[in-house]
């Protein structure tokens, strides 16, 4: 799983090195592989900030992936089988 937060990166690894967590939205998710199923979409459908979602070979159905375009309308979804 890859994730990518907002905000400048130089104040990132300052702000983590005491426990501050203030990039806390991902904007950017890749995940890949088959442990990854319907069950991961329901969770994925509360990242409001996604802009962009890329399920690599996953077993989210096509059914689950129609219910995240639905819960987030403002971000791209690829669905690679």
Do not use: K
Request: charged share 20%; hydrophobic share 40%; glycine share 4%.
């Amino acid at each position: 799983m890859t994730v990518e937060f907002q905000g400048p990166h130089f104040l990132r690894r300052p702000a983590e090195a005491v426990g501050i967590r203030i990039f806390h939205r991902p904007t950017r998710l890749f995940l890949r592989g088959p442990d990854y199923t319907d069950a991961a979409a329901l969770h994925l459908a509360r990242l409001t900030s996604l802009q962009s979602l890329t399920l690599d070979g996953t077993n989210i159905s096509a059914a689950a992936v129609e219910r995240l375009r639905h819960a987030l309308p403002h971000c791209q979804i690829e669905h690679r089988h």
